[in-house]
């Protein structure tokens, strides 16, 4: 009798539960176990597609009857050892398809089946030209300093990002006339002269004592007051894993936090610092993603997709403000990189520090129940005090630009005092809502509104233009009312434009810098704004990224406009996302020297969340809110899960909903006390029901143990995937959802 024939089992980025079998390519010999993890491209219909081999293994159908597979992409393995393990959990964790979470662990590029980059490093030099011309430059300009820094020889980007700011325009420049050129250096030849970092505190050093005194896996809640250097104990760490000769990872949440992260490590370590995050090129992200897969890249500052690099070296994994909900990837893939950076620590035996002055209710309960060890940082770092929190109670006052006269007067004698204020509005735009006065219309987008609910579109240019920030959409404004033609169209409400407008006028002598989605679209925007404000007096206007992690040594007060919306929410995280704002928000005021105040202005200050806050602190806040999690069966007390579908037409996601709910329903069973092990609610119309031209519905899951949950999806999916009415609309799972939206 023959031995079977064994295929390729190839993980492909299509949305099916399966892997899909195939003869190895022409020439290439018999499938083989070391093929797992290989980069193959293969006929899938009419389409080639890049897999990634999952297996090998004898073939459920003949193997001539098979297609045979174009070509191998790698000469080795890329996927393999303990990042391969973990992403097969992942994919089980998600319920999703093995293929998909394989292709989102690529960068784009090995995803597109291009080879394997080189991983060298960037410097720039004088060209000829540009050696001989060096005097004919205007003498003090940027172009001018950035070429003299070159004189002495080829100046790597990681060190001209120390050197000069804003050097990469003057770079292009000269560049573009023949004076500088960018060339290939490898990149163990950048390695920067490591400086001494302050002398910690006790409480700071009792948590780089805890970090060094991890012999392999251990998840660590470094819990710290904003400005207590949670940075300087991932330094000393950081510190002590590269002289092990070891690999280290930091997560941060935003793009906009990078850029200072990175200037703050690269002066500080004695090795190269890369970054990955989206605002780099494919190949830059594919090039990272190579250096940690040979062990060249050994300390990575990178966002969310930073989680799935190699690291075959891996001695630390950092996750900085692990609180925040950009770590949740909402779409495709829908994992929680702070999450799975814990799986990944415990896989690779290595521990994982969560730092932030707000942790997550998750991350708390964890530290409780004694599954992080809990370090806690309860004062600011050298001479720097807690800002001064006020309230400010706007009722029956005159508002300008939803600014009250109390609020202005504190400003302008913060300005007077030499230092910098910020004025914090998380709404972008000009104003919220463009309405006619004479007969109540307001202008909706077309894509997001139902005839049971309209969506405002936000007024931008000073209520000139129209523009959704759901979808997309955009318009000029009408120039009368499209019902009653009148000229009353007057834009109601205040974003973040509106406010930069009046303190521009008001206070014209300083510099008034607008820091939001809007103005940070070009790559190193945020960067050069801070820059252009420098230490002088000036006014910082900005939604939640200017609450994250920045660190502005003259910034003295910050102002808060507009917390009422957030207190009346009907999503039950809405009090944790408010209250972890504000605490972040307030943190950047006096975090030098100069004292700091906070002035909180609201309609409501008898609210319970503000006065908690105000008195006790964020811990009184989360203390208050897990016993009423706890008693509701909220996460993190309960497991939950999110069916989602969509469809151009309004009844397919209810439908297939339904259909869903009918599988899964015989699978409840109950406790010993008579309680559900399993809770449905649903269907429902999302709590947006229509976005970008699409109708939403959703299914929520619950259960009183997270192991009942995933058995639950492990019976159902297969049939949910074979009902008639996953045909006829977009379905998603969310495990673990962040956002019932």
Request: charged residues 20%.
């Amino acid at each position: 009798m023959n031995d079977p024939v064994h295929v390729l089992q190839v993980a492909l980025p299509v949305p099916l539960p399966q892997l899909f079998d195939y003869r190895p390519p022409p020439g290439s010999g018999s499938a083989m176990p070391s093929d797992v993890g290989r980069r193959v491209q293969v006929p899938f219909g009419p389409r080639m597609l890049v897999g990634v081999v999952a297996g090998v293994g004898p073939s459920t159908n003949a193997p001539a009857a098979l297609r045979e597979a174009t070509g191998w992409l790698d000469a080795a393995p890329v996927l393999f050892g303990e990042l391969d393990a973990s992403l097969r959990w992942l994919a089980r964790y998600t319920h999703a398809p093995l293929g998909e979470v394989l292709a989102t662990a690529l960068p784009a590029a090995l995803r597109r089946g291009e080879p394997l980059p080189a991983t060298h490093a960037w410097a720039w030099r004088l060209t000829g030209a540009g050696a001989a011309g060096l005097a004919d430059l205007k003498p003090d300009a940027r172009p001018r300093r950035f070429a003299a820094l070159l004189e002495a020889g080829p100046r790597d980007e990681d060190a001209l990002d120390l050197l000069l700011e804003r050097w990469r325009p003057a770079a292009r420049t000269l560049a573009g006339r023949g004076l500088v050129e960018r060339i290939a250096v490898a990149a163990s030849q950048l390695a920067p002269q490591p400086h001494p970092g302050p002398i910690p505190n006790d409480e700071q050093q009792i948590a780089i004592d805890a970090v060094a005194a991890c012999n392999g896996f251990a998840s660590l809640l470094l819990d710290g007051v904003t400005g207590s250097g949670k940075t300087e104990v991932y330094l000393q760490a950081i510190a002590r894993c590269l002289a092990q000769g070891r690999q280290a990872l930091v997560l941060v949440p935003e793009i906009g936090l990078t850029p200072q992260t990175l200037a703050r490590f690269r002066a500080r370590l004695g090795v190269p610092v890369h970054a990955l995050h989206s605002g780099l090129s494919d190949a830059e992200r594919a090039r990272v993603w190579a250096a940690a897969l040979r062990g060249e890249a050994r300390v990575v500052v990178g966002t969310r997709s930073a989680v799935f690099l190699p690291l075959p070296q891996a001695g630390l994994i950092v996750v900085d403000e692990e609180h925040d909900g950009s770590y949740k990837q909402q779409d495709g893939i829908r994992y929680h990189a702070r999450d799975f950076a814990l799986v990944r620590g415990k896989a690779l035996d290595v521990p994982v520090v969560l730092g932030s002055a707000t942790p997550s209710l998750e991350s708390l309960q964890n530290a409780i129940s004694g599954r992080h060890l809990h370090l806690r940082l309860s004062r600011r770092a050298g001479d720097a005090r807690p800002p001064a929190v006020r309230v400010l109670d706007v009722r029956k006052r005159p508002l300008e630009a939803g600014l009250s006269p109390e609020l202005l007067a504190a400003i302008d004698q913060a300005l007077r005092d030499g230092g910098q204020v910020l004025v914090f509005r998380n709404r972008r735009g000009y104003a919220p809502v463009l309405l006619c006065h004479d007969c109540g219309w307001s202008a909706h987008c077309p894509r997001c509104s139902t005839p049971e609910r309209g969506h405002p579109m936000t007024a931008h240019a000073v209520g000139r233009r129209l523009q959704c920030h759901h979808c997309g959409h955009r318009a000029p404004a009408p120039p009368a009312c499209p019902d009653c033609a009148s000229l009353g169209l007057q834009p109601q409400g205040v974003g973040t434009e509106r406010i930069e407008a009046l303190l521009a006028e008001r206070f014209g002598d300083v510099p008034v810098l607008r820091i939001d989605k809007g103005s940070t679209r070009r790559r190193d925007a945020l960067e050069d704004l801070f820059a252009e404000l420098g230490s002088r007096p000036g006014i910082l206007v900005g939604t939640q990224m200017l609450a994250k992690g920045h660190d502005l040594s003259n910034l003295t007060l910050v102002c808060v406009v507009g917390v009422d919306e957030g207190l009346f929410s009907a999503d039950f995280r809405a009090g944790e996302k408010l209250a972890q704002l504000l605490i972040q928000v307030a943190g950047r005021a006096g975090r030098a020297q100069r004292p700091g105040l906070v002035l909180l202005q609201t309609h409501h200050p008898e609210h319970p969340l503000l006065l908690t806050l105000v008195r006790g602190g964020y811990h009184a806040f989360a203390a208050g809110e897990l016993e009423q999690r706890q008693a509701a069966g909220f996460p993190p007390f309960a497991p939950m899960a999110l069916l989602r579908a969509e469809s151009p037409h309004a009844e397919p996601p209810m439908a297939f909903l339904r259909a869903a709910r009918r599988v899964l329903q015989p699978l409840s069973g109950r406790t010993a006390e008579g309680a559900p092990t399993l809770t449905i609610d649903g269907p429902v119309a999302a709590p947006m029901p229509r976005r970008a031209g699409v109708y939403r519905a959703q299914l929520l899951l619950s259960a009183d143990h997270r192991g009942r949950l995933h058995a639950a999806l492990d019976a159902a999916l297969a049939a949910i995937h074979t009902l008639p009415e996953a045909r006829r609309a977009r379905w998603s799972l969310d495990v673990d959802p962040l956002d019932l939206y």
